[in-house]
């Protein structure tokens, strides 16, 4: 199989590692310069110099031929993406992610990762598909109907406003989906930058809704929700 690992870290390296050992068709996208010289200087795997949640990089690494994207980078949000950029605009077959807050288990699940878990041995698995993914699988139906949509109107001067969204503290119970800009709506990355008119969606645990608006607008009330 040919299979894209976005993160080159140490969960991506062994991912690489024994994947190659799998004898599977290995590519890793890393951000890190001294990383990816560590990964192409200690294991036999194509790897790139790269933002895996750029469209450019994961073309570079053609995704479009590949049979697995897996998200392995230190950032729930921008595994999002990268699930979300494969699954969109590469029409890549499976998406796999580790989360490093198992509070964003059910979130992902719900965007449509295809797999979402925390254990590299059982990702391995998943891979090899020595696991059956359907009954690995389970949607979270139940913890969906807890969650809520967030319509958020940014404006001048709003607390966000010109910032990045990697910027931005968000809490570990929310995630941003999409901003939408005129017509255009936009997948949030680290480096988007939030401008006045544009509207956030986010989704969110209703406990921590106030937090959310506080951070994003400096005040408590919403325009749409």
């Not at 390296?13 to 024994?18: F, G, S, V």
């Not at 964003?104 to 059982?122: A, H, P, R």
Request: charged share 30%; with cysteine.
């Amino acid at each position: 199989m040919k299979i894209i690992i976005v993160g080159g870290g140490k969960k991506g390296y062994q991912l690489a590692k024994y994947c190659h050992k799998f004898a599977h068709q290995v590519t890793v996208i890393e951000s890190d310069e001294k990383k990816v010289n560590r990964l192409k200087n200690e294991l036999d795997v194509n790897v790139i110099l790269g933002d895996g949640t750029q469209r450019k990089f994961l073309e570079k690494a053609k995704a479009d031929e590949s049979n697995i994207v897996v998200a392995v980078t230190s950032n729930d949000q921008d595994n999002l993406v990268i699930c979300q950029l494969a699954e969109r605009q590469f029409n890549v077959p499976k998406t796999l992610t580790l989360v490093n807050n198992p509070g964003n288990e059910k979130l992902f699940e719900w965007l449509g990762v295809n797999q979402v878990i925390s254990s590299t041995s059982l990702m391995l698995g998943l891979i090899q598909e020595e696991i059956d993914i359907k009954e690995t699988s389970k949607l979270w139906a139940d913890s969906i109907k807890d969650l809520k949509m967030h319509y958020i109107q940014i404006d001048e001067f709003s607390p966000v406003n010109t910032k990045m969204v990697k910027e931005i503290n968000i809490p570990d119970e929310a995630i941003l989906i999409t901003i939408l800009r005129g017509d255009e709506a936009i997948v949030p990355r680290g480096n988007t930058i939030i401008k006045a008119k544009d509207t956030i969606i986010a989704l969110a645990d209703p406990e921590i809704k106030d937090k959310l608006l506080e951070i994003i607008k400096g005040k408590t009330t919403e325009k749409v929700s």
